[in-house]
């Protein structure tokens, strides 16, 4: 089993949706997760963390199931702006672990 | 405000020459590293440093060398350049070893 997995995509959404990218990860250990956004060609930006009881920012919702190490973002109201990659990221005890990205295409 | 900037953005050199890529972060963290993003691959760890005169092998580190002599600079040194190495290099910092990094802008490094 790969360290981190995601859903490679690509998801096209139309303006206004709502969209939902998952994530696995293999370490049990793991004690921080993200979630990263990275528009082509540039480097990544932190979107947000992910915490036990849940968190929101916004249009941005993500939730972590230690149990099924499992990670999810949900994305309402999806804007053209949206569009980018998204990674999820995992702790590894010394570094972070990037997933290969989840590509989201949102059109008007 | 801080920022960490990385140097060239562009390079093309040719097989067998040694490239130092440059990283230089002005956060004060302790915590450095260097990716290389592929298609198909996502983001891998090639070197990290936790502090001054600490370097340690990530995932692919074969063909790859970092010093760490200050706390703001981390360069990545290709001692032969070779064809697999053309990659988009990104290096990042952090404040916390397993907290939030934040990446310079990246290296688009072409061997020919």
């Known amino acids: 089993r790969k360290e981190v997995e995601q859903d490679p995509g690509p998801f096209n959404v139309p303006e206004g949706a709502t969209v939902a990218f998952n994530c696995t990860y293999s370490?049990?250990?793991?004690?921080?997760f993200f979630w990263y956004r990275q528009d082509c060609r540039k480097e990544p930006k932190l979107l947000m963390s992910v915490y036990s009881s849940g968190n929101e920012d916004g249009r941005f919702t993500a939730q972590l199931n230690r149990a099924s190490q499992y990670i999810s973002l949900l994305i309402r109201d999806s804007k053209l702006s949206d569009s980018a990659t998204y990674l999820c990221?995992?702790?590894?005890?010394?570094?972070?672990?990037f997933g290969k990205g989840t590509t989201l295409s949102v059109s008007s | 405000d801080a920022e960490i900037t990385q140097s060239p953005r562009h390079k093309i050199t040719e097989t067998g020459r040694q490239v130092t890529l440059a990283c230089h972060q002005t956060?004060?963290?302790?915590?450095m590293f260097w990716y290389r993003q592929d298609l198909g691959h996502g983001l891998r760890l090639i070197h990290y440093?936790?502090?001054?005169?600490?370097?340690n092998k990530g995932e692919v580190s074969d063909g790859y060398s970092v010093s760490r002599s200050n706390t703001e600079d981390l360069p990545l040194t290709l001692e032969s350049a070779a064809s697999s190495q053309t990659s988009v290099y990104f290096c990042a910092s952090s404040e916390w070893r397993e907290g939030i990094q934040y990446f310079g802008a990246g290296t688009r490094l072409s061997v020919l």
């Open positions: 956060w004060n963290h302790n915590n």
């Open positions: 990221v995992v702790t590894t005890g010394t570094a972070l672990i």
């Open positions: 440093s936790y502090g001054v005169q600490d370097t």
């Open positions: 370490n049990s250990a793991s004690q921080s």
